[in-house]
């Protein structure tokens, strides 16, 4: 019997270190696998058995003599017993591209990896012109995962042809490929769980890119929010070098990539691409005006593709599997899967790789079982802090980005994160002026200034201070932040606040004595619904 | 505050080791925290020269990171996340009842040099909310029990090694 429990950072955290003490202590050398994904089960104990691979969850060290005796007789019997790992709905209703390796083994054993379809996309890749790749990418439709949803092909096609025209006596351009490891979204750990679980299906994506483009140079930017994740990556990067898969003749095919992680230090608007480039040039997080776009003068001014981690990741299966499979999964212009992470006050929460189009109803009762706490179910915020508060009213809304555009909402990197009956909307809309305050760049004053002024005017209207003149002010501070902001930090900021005052104005009301003002709120927040403009969602994240 | 010659040395070798990198200055910045617990004022200069850069650049650049501090901070480092997943799970409270049990706000040190308290926005384990990480670890489900245990394991590890080195 094989043993298998988790060192990805939420097993982790809910104790698999103690509970693989306690398997030492039985004789039992476990291998340390990446997780599932299934958070509400971790940690997660799998055993590879004569009936096939089992699991118990969640379990702790104290469970570990149960489940050895039980494992003699009749392992159904254990109460934490949870049937064949690949059985359980959760996990077998998934349509896993991205995922499909996660937590079968030890993600930085390399013969793993490759005995699992590992760098068969590199391989095709390496037999390929750049041009191909590029059209491959292309033809799979995938769109970045960052947030942004722009076409990765289309973005990879500018960096191919970037500084092709210096003539062929010159030295080749020198451009860059950047991983965005930032991802600073509250509700989001799928960067994080690919990159503890299966990491060299990153570094794949990224040599991948580079043959596409060109580039010798690849970087990670890792958030230092994620020492789990550094380790394992740094691990990986190590091995894959050794094996000759990074380097100056990958495979001995002539062709060189050479990678790095970099930490980020604690600043949320560093995953914004552009601050992103400044921070790893070794400078303060500062936007940039764009243009000149990163794809053109990225990192020290040369063309450079900055993709999320899970659009990198994507490549991998994009290239092994063809782009007609990748496109066969979605809807409309949403193609592929996508990973989306369940998260906040939820029962049953985790990574759920689905095509797109599943509604949010579905993803919520149907995988998550309602909340954690068992009170009902009152607001969702749907990627991360710049994401709207979605009322009941909205969750029939399919996982599609342009579905999400048109309630004014986004997908964004795929972020969920449940409330229940106990939020005070009042208090997450100043929670979302707060966190604009604390991570604004400072480039614009809309953004750097206007949070601050908008979370003393939410105090005001709280405190039922002059709040219809405050109400008022408060919606036209959100105009201003929201079209006189360089990025979609002071963008977005907004989306949040007027969502919750237009789904849950009642919660702006609480120390309102008279119930005078509570007519005059409603009315006001009515006018902020009516005046949500546009597609600014699409303009502030336009941004490629 | 000053430092001493060792820590002086001990600068200047970082820079030097630095150096080559391209856009190094981030990785210097946290291995001289690494070392030392914080970036004294007095690695500013050496930065700057070593790296031929004004010190208001260096400067600027500490000052714009939330992770690097200027000043020692306590044996350990003691964050609570106050991100919207694990406000739906009762962050809010964790926070009030962390700052109240060690008479801390945040970005202060408990007088034996213990912990210093400090907040976080997501730590990826949104999931099994609330989320606290104690230097390098991270703990999921964190109630106010769970956080007063986990306190008290850092102040005893700490009396323990003091009887020990009596
Ligand atoms: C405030 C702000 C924060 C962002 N944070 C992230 C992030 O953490 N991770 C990420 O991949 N993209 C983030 N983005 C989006 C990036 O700017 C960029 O669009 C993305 O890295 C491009 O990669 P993709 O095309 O693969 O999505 C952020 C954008 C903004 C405006
Ligand atoms: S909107 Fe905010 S974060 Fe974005 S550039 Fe302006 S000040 Fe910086
Ligand atoms: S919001 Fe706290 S861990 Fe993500």
Known sequence: ?544 | MGISQIEQQSISDLVGQYKPLSGGLLPLLHAIQGDLGYVPDAAVPIIAKGLNLSRAEVHGVISFYHDFKTSPVGRHTVQICRAEACQSMGSRELEAHAKQTLGLDYGETTADGAITLEPVYCLGNCACSPSVRIDNDIFARVNGDRFDDLMDGLLNEHASAERSAK
């Open chain 1, 1 to 544: 019997m094989i043993f298998y429990i988790p060192q990805d950072t939420t097993a982790l955290a809910l104790g698999s270190e103690a509970v693989a003490s306690a398997l030492q202590t039985a004789g039992i050398e476990p291998i340390r696998n990446g997780s599932r994904g299934l958070f509400w089960l971790e940690p997660l104990l799998e055993v590879e058995t004569d009936q096939g691979r089992i699991a118990f969850g969640p379990v702790s060290a104290k469970d570990i003599p149960s489940i050895i005796a039980a494992l003699d007789v009749d392992p159904a019997s254990h109460a934490l017993y949870q049937g064949a790992v690949a059985e359980i709905p959760y996990l077998k209703s998934q349509q896993r591209l991205t995922y499909a390796r996660a937590g079968l083994g030890d993600p930085v054993c390399l013969e793993n990896y490759q005995a699992l379809n590992g760098f068969q996309g590199l391989k095709k890749a390496l037999e390929m012109t750049g041009q191909q790749i590029v059209d491959e990418v292309k033809d799979s439709g995938l769109r970045g995962r960052g947030g942004a949803a722009f076409p990765a092909g289309i973005k990879w096609q500018t960096v191919h042809d970037a500084g092709a025209s210096t003539g062929a006596d010159k030295e080749p351009c020198q451009k860059y490929i950047v991983c965005n490891a930032d991802e600073g979204d509250s509700g989001t750990f799928a960067d994080r769980l690919v990159m503890e679980a299966d990491p060299y299906q990153l570094i794949e994506g990224m040599i991948i890119a580079g043959l596409a483009v060109g580039a010798t140079q690849g970087y990670i930017y890792l958030r230092s929010e994620y020492p789990v994740a550094h380790r394992l990556l740094n691990t990986a990067i190590e091995r894959a070098t050794q094996a000759n898969f990074l380097g100056d003749n990958i495979q001995d095919s002539g062709k060189q990539f050479h990678l790095e992680v970099r930490l980020g230090a604690g600043a949320y608007i560093c995953g914004e691409e552009t601050s992103l480039l400044e921070s790893l040039e070794g400078k303060r997080g500062m936007v940039r005006a764009k243009p000149p776009l990163p794809a053109i003068e990225g990192l020290f001014g040369k063309p450079t593709v900055v993709n999320n981690v899970l659009t990198l990741v994507a490549v991998s299966s994009i290239l092994e599997q063809g782009a007609a499979t990748y496109q066969n999964f979605g809807m409309g212009r949403s193609r592929g899967t996508l990973a989306i992470q369940l998260a906040g006050n939820i029962k049953r929460g985790g990574l759920i790789e689905l095509a797109f189009g599943v509604t949010l109803r579905e993803i919520v009762e149907d995988y998550g079982q309602g909340t954690y706490s068992g009170r009902p179910l009152r607001a969702i915020q749907v990627g991360g802090p710049l994401g709207a508060f979605l009322p009941e009213s909205q969750w029939d809304t399919p996982m599609d980005y342009e579905a999400f555009a048109a309630i004014k909402a986004m997908i964004g990197h795929g972020g969920i994160v449940v409330f229940d009956d106990g939020a005070d909307m009042a208090a997450q809309a100043r929670f979302a002026m707060e966190f604009c305050v604390v991570e604004s760049c400072g480039k614009c004053t809309p953004c750097r200034i206007g949070s601050v002024r908008g979370v003393e005017v939410i105090d005001r209207i709280v405190a039922n201070e002059n709040r219809d003149n405050n109400l008022i002010l408060l919606h036209e501070l959100c105009d201003t932040m929201e079209f006189g902001s360089l990025c979609a930090m002071g963008g977005m900021t907004p989306y949040p606040v007027r969502s919750a005052l237009s789904h849950f104005p009642e919660d702006f009301l609480i120390q309102d004595a008279t119930g005078a003002g509570q007519d005059a709120a409603l009315a006001s927040s009515q006018n902020v619904t009516g005046s949500l403009s546009g597609d600014a969602a699409g303009a502030a994240q336009g941004e490629n």
